[in-house]
């Protein structure tokens, strides 16, 4: 069973400061299997990245992300106001098929 | 765009059955993508529950398998879930979400919000 540890759990920072959020596997996962979702207050989680560091459509470039093996990371350059929410890491394993999710980072206003 | 909608009884009793239906719109059910459902306890995280494939291929969470039905109803392009033998802990947003692949989600539902109360 594959665990997802995100850190922070919670991120005070300004608008326009950089953002950088963890996503730590406790196995190692296959980067094609790797996605990040932001979910807005009152809003469904929303699909940020996948394959590790692929833009989902839409996704502004000051959203990206990287990783390999058991550490992924989603940076967010400059931050908006828009972008104060709470990130998900989401991994996918083969045998058996199973979606985990990590806890979340909840990234709020300084 | 594929839009979802979720739907249900708001309320549900401990040791009933709840059941959801996820509407389908944009898209054809039985065309090829991946269908899932997800939860999420007040102010809690995400819970990934159950995924099925077009083709009926159905792949669950270990920790809910023995109480999760999930089915399509083609005629009706509608998804739906069944989680048997609820307790307070199944109190939760619920949603729909659907993908190209079983790797992650890229369309979801706004959610439904089930509690479980006698």
């Known amino acids: 069973e594959i665990v997802l540890t995100q850190s922070p759990g919670a991120l005070s920072l300004s608008p326009g400061e950089r953002a950088t959020l963890s996503c730590r596997a406790s196995?190692?996962?296959?980067?094609?299997?790797l996605a990040w979702y932001q979910q807005r207050p009152g809003q469904a989680p929303s699909l940020l990245i996948y394959g590790a560091s692929t833009r989902a459509t839409g996704i502004p470039d000051r959203f990206s992300a990287s990783g390999s093996g058991t550490d992924f990371t989603l940076t967010i350059s400059r931050l908006e106001p828009e972008d104060f929410a709470v990130y998900y890491c989401q991994s996918y394993v083969g045998s058996p098929r199973v979606l985990t999710f990590g806890g979340g980072t909840k990234l709020e206003i300084k | 765009q594929v839009q979802l909608q979720e739907s249900g009884p708001g309320l549900v009793k401990p040791s009933e059955t709840l059941s959801l239906t996820c509407d389908v719109s944009n898209y054809s059910i039985d065309s090829g993508y991946y269908w899932g459902w997800i939860r999420q306890p007040p102010g809690k995280g995400l819970e990934w529950i159950a995924s099925?494939?077009?083709?009926?291929?159905?792949f669950s969470n270990p920790s809910l398998k023995s109480r999760v039905f999930i089915s399509f109803d083609t005629a009706k392009n509608q998804l739906s879930l069944k989680l048997t033998s609820v307790t307070a802990a199944d109190t939760a947003i619920y949603y729909c979400a659907t993908s190209v692949g079983p790797f992650y989600l890229d369309y979801w539902g706004q959610g439904a919000l089930v509690s479980v109360s006698s």
């Open positions: 196995h190692r996962i296959d980067s094609r299997y």
């Open positions: 099925m494939y077009q083709s009926g291929s159905i």
